[in-house]
Each structure stands twice: as structure tokens, then as C-alpha cells.
């Protein structure tokens, strides 16, 4: 019987061998691809997008599942066909958005996070990142001056906008986490008219109402100042309203500009309200300055939100909430009803789950430990101040060229401009359109924004392995894009 037994597991063994190795094989492939890819997308004459029509996209990616399975080559068939239709994020042209380049070490840290398939709520069950995850938090506390501070990963930006609203919101009512909030009060908050979107949301959420967000006036800078802000709290509570919160922005995603933290921390103290600071753009800059210059103030701020799946440039996602006084998390935000999951032991006090707005939650924090470990403090913070220098380069690039107008004075890493046009041609309406050509062209992908002065290109500079000369080769498609357009409309009308 033993004997019979053991040969039939052997035959078992066996047969699993062959379908691991078909397994094997197929994921070498898959490295063998995302290596080509790799190489193929950072290189400056691959088109940046390959721009289709969703119709024809659909129909080449064969986007039902079937009733038999495709098996391995339909893997292998389906990861291609992805990959050539994915946007190159990686390429010296994409420049769309807060986040892009490549992190090497990121990489890994992603796909290890994926291989390893576990969530982050318990020790138990993710112990070295637990460790991990406290280690990156107290790391980045050590930033913000913050020792007894506390803090845990997020789903991005907005979700940390969120998690520090309703922290506002309960230590400012605390019968709210059990209760709800009380009733007739009007609770508002108080930002940058060019906040985030996600504090809008959040104050959806959290029950006040997008209205209870009150957008302040900015300075020439687009800037926050305290002066500003005094009034517009005190104009609220005439008209019968309760501030909680005070949100600056450190980095806007139009402009960049980094509202005067000190001097907000000055109102805040003066009128005891809670005093976020939204930096999920341009908090990793904190990496090269410190509290100096742009945070200055931060330390006496009470949340701090950073991205590094933005300026730290590890694949998305990787965000951050950072609290200064951990015992607020513990009192507001913690809740551990659920003891299928949290067991009192030796270890729960470890545990990131309860104070997470998740439950299950990925490994986020590898990624982000294995790239600050792979360039050190130093090494990052050569990286902050070499995105700040693109972001000079393409400002003078833009103050020295005719064609190219500056819209705003550069903030930090956004350099907001526009082509300059004729007499008779709607400014507006032909930027938008230049940007949309290079889009389909696949030459380029820029963003835009409105400002005051109209319609802006927004230009983002992130990616620390960009050199001038892609800065260069950007400008260049984008003139003779401007260029060819104005051509264009030139012989349209004498034709006519
Ligand atoms: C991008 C951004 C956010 C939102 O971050 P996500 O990670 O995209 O959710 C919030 N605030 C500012 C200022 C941002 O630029």
C-alpha cells in the first residue's frame, strides 16, 4: 500500500512537472517581452502613444473572454497585444502627467509585491512588510520633524486627502465617529482655490457637501497666504459656518505653486484648526529642501499627504498619509471589529489594518523601500534637484524662444506656456489642438490646464533620467507641430 501510494504521488509530481514547465517557459517569455518593451519604449523615436480609435482598439485586443480558454498562447498573444497598445509612460515624450519614467528598482519592488500576493493588514499574515511599511513611514516622518507622528499608506493622494478630512472632521466632532455629525452645524474647510479635486470628493464622503470647501483667493504666485485665508474664515463664521480644517497645498497640479505653509500655520494655530498639507505632488521635494524654503512651517502642520508614485516616480500606486499625533489615528480613524481578522497576540499591535480606510491592502511600501534603498538619501535628492533644474531649462527654453509664450511664472516643476498665434486665430482653441496632434501623432503627450490668461500647456518635469537635449527634441515637435498648423490655415484661406 505505502509503496502504491508513493508511486502514485511520484506520477502526480510528475505531471505537475510538465504543466510548471509550459508555466516556466511562458513567464520567461513574459520577461523576454517586458525586457524588449522596455528598451523599445524609452527610445525617443518610439512613438509615445500608439493612437487608436476604441472601436479598432477593441477589436484587436478580442476583449471577451471565450467559452473555451485560450490557454498559454492566448496569455502570451493577449500580454502583446496589451503591451503594444499601452501608452509608453516610460518614453522621453511623456510628460501628461504627475507620474511617469522608469524606477528600476520600483519595477522590482512591483513585481515582487505581485509574486508575493499577500495584504497588509496584519503581521501575521505580511510581516517583512509590515516592517517595512512602518519603516518607510517613519522615514518619511523623520521629514516632517514629525517624532511622535504616525502614519500609513493610502490608495494615492485623494484617498489621503480623505483619510485626513475625516480625521479633521472627528477630532473636530467627536461624537461623529460613533454618532454621526451633530446636527445644525455647518462645517467648512478652507483651501487653495486651486486645490485638488479629491478635497471636493472628500467632503462628499464625509457628509459636509462639496460647498463646505471654501476656495482662497491666491497671490500673483498662486500662492495661499495667511492674510487671505484670515479673511475668508472669518467671512464664514459671520455667516454662521464652523471651520475645521485649513488644506495648503504644497505643489498644485496646474501650477506647481506651494502655498505659504508658515503663515497658514499661523492661522491654523490661531483659530485651532486642523492643519493638512496636501503634498502628493510636490511633497518629494521635501527630499532636497527639507523644512527650508518651500515647507517651511510643515512641522507645525498636523497631516501631510505625499506621493511617491509621483516625484519619487515608483510605479503607481504609492501614497502616503503622515499624521503628527499618532494617538489621533488611534482615536478616530481605528476600528477593529472584525476578529476573524485581528487576533490580540504578541504582534497586533503591528498591525496597519485597523487604521487603514482598507482592508485589504497591497504591499505599496516594498517598492518604495527597495528604490530609496537602491539611490539613498543622497542619490534622491540629486533626483529632486534635477527634475527643479529641467524645470529651469524648459522655463528659459520657453522665455527665449518666439513662437513660445510663459503663462505663469514657474512655481517649482511646471512650466505653463502656450505657441504663440497670429492676429485672428483663437489662441484657445489652437493649443488645444496642437496638443491633440502630437497626441495622434504619437509624438509627444503634454497636458493643459486653464488659467487666468486662457488655455495653458502643462508642461511637467518628474522624470530625473530626462537630459536637455529631450527637452530639446519636445520643444522642437511642438513648434513645428505649431508651425505646420499655421501653414495650414494659411493656405485654407487664401484657397478660399
Ligand atoms: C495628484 C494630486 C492628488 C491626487 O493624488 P492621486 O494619487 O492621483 O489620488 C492630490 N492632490 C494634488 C495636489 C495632486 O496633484
Redesign the pocket.
Known amino acids: 500500500m505505502p509503496q502504491n501510494r508513493l508511486s502514485l504521488t511520484a506520477g502526480i509530481a510528475k505531471r505537475m512537472d510538465s504543466t510548471d514547465q509550459t508555466k516556466r517557459d511562458t513567464l520567461q517569455r513574459v520577461f523576454d517581452l517586458m525586457t524588449q518593451w522596455l528598451e523599445k519604449a524609452k527610445d525617443p523615436d518610439t512613438p509615445v502613444i500608439n493612437y487608436r480609435q476604441p472601436s479598432d482598439l477593441a477589436e484587436d485586443l478580442a476583449l471577451n473572454p471565450t467559452f473555451s480558454g485560450a490557454g498559454e498562447l492566448g496569455l502570451l498573444r493577449d500580454v502583446e497585444n496589451y503591451l503594444e497598445n499601452a501608452v509608453k509612460t516610460s518614453n522621453p515624450a511623456y510628460l501628461n ?3 511617469g519614467g522608469f524606477n528600476h528598482p520600483g519595477f522590482v519592488g512591483e513585481l515582487i509585491t505581485a509574486l508575493t500576493n499577500t495584504s497588509m493588514y496584519t503581521y501575521e499574515v505580511a510581516p517583512a512588510a509590515t516592517l517595512i511599511e512602518r519603516a518607510m513611514v517613519d522615514k518619511m516622518l523623520s521629514y516632517t520633524g514629525w517624532e511622535d507622528g504616525s502614519g500609513v499608506f ?8 480623505l483619510l485626513a478630512m475625516m480625521l479633521a472632521r472627528n477630532n473636530a466632532f467627536p461624537q461623529t465617529k460613533m454618532h454621526g455629525l451633530p446636527a445644525g452645524v455647518r462645517p467648512v474647510v478652507f483651501a487653495s482655490e486651486r ?5 471636493l470628493k472628500s467632503a462628499n464622503i464625509i457628509g459636509i457637501g462639496q460647498e463646505a470647501v471654501v476656495g482662497v483667493d491666491l497671490d500673483e504666485n498662486g500662492q495661499m497666504r495667511g492674510a487671505a485665508l484670515e479673511k475668508a474664515i472669518k467671512r464664514a463664521m459671520e455667516d454662521g459656518k464652523t471651520p475645521f480644517m485649513i488644506c495648503s ?5 496646474e501650477t506647481g505653486a506651494f502655498d505659504a505653509i508658515d503663515e497658514v500655520a499661523d492661522i491654523a494655530e490661531k483659530y485651532g484648526l486642523h492643519h493638512h498639507v ?5 511633497g518629494g521635494l521635501i527630499l532636497t529642501e527639507g523644512r527650508n524654503n518651500r515647507f517651511r512651517g510643515l512641522e507645525r502642520a498636523d497631516t501631510f ?1 505625499w ?1 511617491p ?2 516625484l519619487m516616480n515608483v510605479p ?2 504609492c ?1 502616503v498619509l503622515l499624521v503628527k499625533d499618532a494617538q489621533l489615528m488611534d482615536r478616530h480613524i481605528r476600528t477593529m471589529d472584525a476578529d476573524y481578522i485581528y487576533h490580540d497576540n504578541e504582534n497586533s499591535q503591528l498591525d496597519f489594518g485597523p487604521a487603514s480606510l482598507q482592508c485589504g491592502r497591497r504591499v505599496d511600501a516594498l517598492k518604495l523601500w527597495l528604490a530609496w534603498k537602491y539611490y539613498g538619501d543622497d542619490g534622491y535628492a540629486a533626483r529632486m534637484d534635477k527634475v527643479l533644474e529641467l524645470a529651469s531649462y524648459a522655463t528659459q527654453y520657453v522665455e527665449e524662444n518666439d513662437r513660445l509664450e510663459l503663462l505663469f511664472p514657474t512655481q517649482s516643476l511646471n512650466v505653463n506656456f502656450r505657441f504663440r498665434t497670429p492676429d485672428g486665430i483663437d489662441v484657445n482653441l489652437f493649443n488645444r489642438d496642437l496638443r491633440y496632434r502630437l497626441i495622434r501623432t504619437g509624438q509627444a503627450m503634454v497636458n493643459y490646464c486653464h488659467l487666468e490668461r486662457g488655455l495653458s500647456i502643462r508642461l511637467v518635469l518628474l522624470n530625473p533620467d530626462l537630459e536637455h537635449s529631450d527637452l530639446d527634441r519636445f520643444f522642437e515637435r511642438f513648434i513645428a507641430c505649431g508651425k505646420e498648423m499655421l501653414s495650414e490655415i494659411e493656405a485654407a484661406s487664401t484657397s478660399r
Do not use: C, I, R, Y
Open positions: 502627467q504627475l507620474f493610502t490608495t494615492g493622494g485623494s484617498n489621503s486627502n486645490s485638488h479635486f479629491s478635497m497645498t504644497a505643489g498644485t497640479t496636501d503634498g502628493s505632488w510636490g499627504a506621493n508614485h509621483k503607481v500606486v501614497a
